[in-house]
């Protein structure tokens, strides 16, 4: 188990996964199982029993750990660190094993042919095949393609084909990758036939002259004599073209084609057939090329607005169905994205088909990574070990030939946080030598000596502006590694961790690729929360991550943080990076609007452009644009209506960008942009009614209670016990805080660095935001009312609240008085002194109402939530939906469901009544923002899980001046500068009446 070589015995070399018309025999399905909770108690193979009945069933694809209920073993998660010892030595004693017997029956035609070959698509980790008794060899590299020769041992009538799977082999030290170890065998097994004359590879490299508009196809070729003559067809390009004989192979004039792109997927069907087999393969012809430090396909530079994607599904695991993968890209296509990275391994081969049909660009990452040698400080890491150059020279050449075929593969990653070394150069050489027509990526590259792009996790914006500058390199450099570094073209191969409520500042990302040539955009980490279905104690089925299945190490939550979560539900962050990436934008002019065309290649053509005029939110004109614009152009409009005259009112124009016909990933009328512009400003607010007509009633007391206008106050608290007959069960009471989310809990080094000699270096960790939250008290907050003052025509309430066990303190003044039937409160609050060393989550208040409040309707931003730093997806409208619609379940509960820029919000109880509340600007022109949830943040913060929030009979009215950001300091990037809310005073005014 300790051998590092990739695998011996009748393996055969790596080639293309293609359809063909040879026979084969899926073996899926039910296999015999039975596993062994240790290795060294495992029986030898001449001991397996032979009565069936001794034997368990599982299916086959699967992972036994999920597929068996728990009866062998259960997942564990680690983001790098490894699950067995660091020692050079894998476990005997403890190191699962299942072994896997399936019964293959084969008719006579079997034996007619010339080879006859056994496909593994996926097995982890490492694993030795029997066929017939006799040994076939064994298989490494749990995501890679494995064929064995089989001729020898195959037969007629009934086969016994076993296999036993370790849990741990040398494997483990290089599929590090950030994801739920699950062993077994999780894809396909098949059974293939080799007839005479067979082709044993094929590779069809489809290029494209985008000055002639021709393409070209370079034949490769690997068969044997007696399978020529080869005939090539193209249908649709009138191509067919006969090799007599290997020498006559060579490069063939497609004439004029369409090109392959990501926004325009042309795909030609091509056969290539020999004298023993026919194999279909789809071209897209298209031109890979790093020009200076620009990344171009066909001539034209792109930008990667891409996420990072694993193979996960909550029941399932890594195991693979075509119709969930097919939704999967759909939602991203629908969501503006365009590239996908194949962290960390390739794909199932149908999932590049699906890239291929559908457009997406790929960087197709070998199955290669071994970052839990960091922790022992990269000693006797394989990436510089002469023992492992054949295993990584084996993951790289089976990633590489199975998916040399696919057009929307346009760059070969290396791996993923192997460190540096003689075997990763080693590989990035075998890749140009093999296919010099795709660049080759490896972010541990930092030198910039063996690849082609410089590579970036997780860079601060400011690290980036200066990346685009080249006025300095984000890492100390010497000075031939700067030189190289900056004649590269630059890719954050992750950014924006979306973990939890987040990110934030993706449109600040986004606006630094726009601006820089040199910046080729990046891929969010990560597509899709990695959660597993489980079932607690008491019998509920939930979702659990790293530590719920009783780990001895795990890495916990951080495997929940995908745009995408494993319920399906799209998170908030994956509507915001919709917006931030939308293929067109509309935006102010001098003289009308300015339409802008982001697409890299294609027109507006596609898209129908309409306009919505709106009056305070309520539509006032309507209509269609008529916009030309090339690729990355923009074009002026003249306004489609004529403004109108201020009034007073907001006025706000809308611009949608919808599909003109259906798309293989839409329907027509699909929205893949919208941009809103002010036409005329928010007017001048409106004047106190009392300043005019109305007298502010006279607050009267009696007894314990005060009266103002429509609302009743408890004397001694000043609490607001009504309005108008609504009832409150308490508040206002100043807010500061709130439950923190996973960016807020992350402890990351901001300030990640790496020296001259490419050494990691990486300080203690500063402080969380929410560590920083705890330690300035802001869980230990302790009301004391200090004056409830009923005066002529108002009642301030007067209240100091401290940190318990500290000096510093917050003041907070209510002002209530009545205008009419409206009840106005003015809220002041000012801290004191010594509120250093920390932001403040928020300024607010929170009133406490019964649960039955029923529906919210709003003008301000939404519809869904929105932050400082994530508000792009929201547009001013009128907006309603049940409380329940408000919040956003995140998987591990925390704070949600926020609306910024509130003008006004009416509240519906079940009987009717309605509280309207009211809002204007404050001194700095912002708009306080609310939230209406069923739990405080102390309970959302209390549970671990969606199904440990306890029961709720109340409704909780967040009324917030400001908030802070979200960042995504979960992975390094805290929340920006001018997105923290630091510790300060604040004035802002509602206004409160019943309907």
């Not at 194999?279 to 890979?288: A, D, E, K, N, Q």
């Not at 929205?671 to 006279?698: K, M, N």
Request: some cysteine; charged content about 25%.
């Amino acid at each position: 188990m300790d051998d590092p070589s990739p695998g011996s015995g009748a393996r055969t070399p790596a080639r293309a996964w293609l359809p063909t018309d040879a026979p084969s025999s899926d073996l899926s399905g039910e296999w015999l199982f039975r596993w062994h909770p240790s290795l060294s108690k495992a029986p030898d193979h001449e001991e397996w029993p032979d009565d069936e009945g001794e034997w368990d069933r599982l299916p086959v694809p699967s992972h036994w750990v999920l597929a068996g209920g728990g009866r062998y073993g259960r997942p564990i998660y680690t983001t790098r660190r490894f699950p067995i010892p660091v020692t050079g030595r894998v476990p005997r004693d403890d190191n699962p094993t299942g072994d896997h017997r399936r019964f293959v029956d084969l008719d006579e035609s079997w034996a007619a042919h010339e080879r006859v070959l056994l496909r593994f698509d996926g097995v982890e980790s490492r694993y030795r095949v029997w066929l017939n008794g006799a040994e076939i060899g064994i298989g490494a590299g749990s995501r890679l393609v494995q064929e064995f020769d089989v001729t020898s041992a195959v037969r007629p009538g009934r086969n016994v084909l076993d296999v036993r799977v370790h849990q741990w082999s040398s494997s483990t030290w290089v599929e590090a990758q950030d994801q739920w170890w699950l062993p077994g065998i999780f894809r396909e097994v098949t059974l293939l036939a080799r007839p005479a004359g067979a082709l044993d590879d094929v590779w069809l490299d489809a290029g494209f002259d985008h000055q002639a508009g021709a393409g070209t196809i370079t034949p490769w070729l690997t068969a044997p004599a007696a399978a020529y003559p080869v005939r090539l067809r193209v249908e649709a390009l009138g191509l067919d073209v006969c090799w007599e004989q290997p020498e006559d192979v060579a490069p063939i004039a497609a004439g004029q084609v369409k090109p392959w792109t990501a926004e325009t997927p042309v795909l030609y069907e091509a056969t290539v057939a020999s004298a023993g087999e026919t194999v279909r393969v789809r071209l897209g012809f298209r031109t890979v090329r790093i020009r200076g430090d620009r990344f171009e396909v066909n001539g034209r530079p792109i930008a990667f607005r891409g996420v990072n994607r694993h193979e996960i599904h909550r029941d399932r695991g890594r195991v693979f169905d075509v119709e969930d993968a097919r939704r999967d890209l759909v939602r991203m296509k629908r969501h503006n994205i365009n590239a996908i990275r194949t962290s960390h391994y390739p794909p199932h081969p149908r999932l590049l088909d699906l890239a291929d049909e559908l457009g997406f660009w790929v960087i197709d990452e070998c199955d290669l990574e071994s970052q839990g040698f960091e922790d022992v400080g990269w000693a006797d890491n394989p990436s510089d070990d002469p023992a492992w150059s054949a295993a990584y020279l084996d993951r790289i050449r089976r990633t590489v030939e199975r998916d040399k075929n696919h057009p929307s593969v346009v760059m070969w990653s290396l791996g993923n946080e192997s460190y540096t070394g003689r075997n990763l150069a080693a590989n990035a050489a075998w890749v140009r030598g093999r296919d010099p027509g795709r660049p080759v990526h490896y972010e541990g590259d930092l030198l910039g000596e063996y690849t082609d792009v410089h590579s970036r996790m997780y860079a601060t914006p400011d690290e980036l502006r200066r990346l685009g500058e080249d006025d300095a390199i984000s890492h100390d450099l010497p000075p031939g590694a700067q030189a190289r570094v900056r004649s590269m073209p630059v890719i954050l191969c992750e950014y924006a961790h979306a973990m939890g409520n987040g990110p934030g500042a993706l449109h600040v990302y986004e606006e630094l690729f726009d601006r820089y040539p040199r910046l080729h955009g990046g891929f969010v980490w990560e597509w899709r929360d990695h959660a597993l279905t489980a079932t607690a104690d008491d019998g509920t089925t939930f979702l659990a991550y790293g530590g719920d299945f009783g780990e001895r190490v795990t890495d916990g939550v951080f495997v929940i943080d995908g745009l995408l979560g494993a319920d399906e539900v799209p998170s908030p962050g994956l509507a915001e990076f919709a917006r931030v990436i939308q293929p067109v934008r509309a935006r102010l002019g001098e003289d009308g609007l300015v339409v802008e065309n982001r697409q890299d290649f294609a027109d507006l053509s596609a898209f129908t452009l309409r306009w919505r005029l709106e009056r305070d939110g309520e539509l006032w004109k309507d209509g269609l644009l008529e916009v030309r614009a090339a690729a990355r152009s923009a074009a002026r409009v003249p306004w489609p209506v004529d403004p109108p005259a201020a009034d007073g009112a907001e006025w706000w124009l809308t611009v949608t960008a919808q599909l003109a016909a259906p798309a293989p990933w839409a329907p027509a009328g699909h929205e893949v942009a919208r941009s809103q512009v002010p036409v005329r400003p928010r007017g001048p607010e409106r004047a106190p009614v009392a300043s005019a007509q109305v007298t502010r009633a006279t607050p009267s007391r009696d007894r314990d209670v005060v009266r103002v206008g429509t609302a009743q106050l408890d004397a001694r608290t000043g609490r607001l016990l009504r309005i108008g007959g609504f009832e409150m069960l308490d508040g206002p009471a100043l807010e500061l805080y709130r439950a923190p989310t996973d960016n807020d809990r992350g402890s990351s080094v901001v300030d990640y660095l790496l020296s001259g000699a490419a050494e990691p270096r990486q300080p203690a960790p500063t402080p969380s935001a929410a560590q920083r939250w705890r330690k300035a008290g802001l869980t230990r907050l302790a009301p004391d009312v200090l004056a409830v003052d009923v005066g002529a025509d108002a009642v301030e309430v007067h209240t100091r609240v401290g940190v318990i066990g500290a000096a510093h303190h917050v003041d907070i003044r209510f002002r209530w008085w009545a205008e009419g039937d409206e009840v106005v409160l003015r809220t002041s609050v000012e801290p004191s002194l010594g509120w250093t060393g920390t932001s403040w989550p928020r300024i607010g208040l929170r009133l406490t109402l019964p649960d039955d409040v029923r529906t919210a309707e709003w003008f301000g931003l939404g519809p869904g939530e929105t932050y400082p730093d994530s508000r792009e997806a929201a547009t001013v409208g009128k907006w309603r939906s049940d409380v329940d619609g408000l919040a956003t379940p995140y998987l591990i509960p925390q704070e949600n469901g926020h609306r910024s820029e509130l003008r006004w919000l009416e509240l519906a109880r079940a009987d009717g009544r309605v509280l309207r509340v009211e809002t204007r600007a404050m001194a700095d022109g912002t708009l306080p923002g609310f939230a209406l949830q069923r739990w405080t943040p102390a309970e959302l913060e209390a549970a671990a899980h969606r199904h440990e929030l306890p029961p709720s009979d109340r409704t909780h009215l967040h009324v917030d001046a400001y908030h802070h950001g979200l960042g995504s300091r979960s992975c390094i990037v805290d929340v920006l500068p001018e997105h923290q809310l630091l510790p300060r005073s604040a004035s802002w005014q509602l206004r409160l009446s019943i309907r």
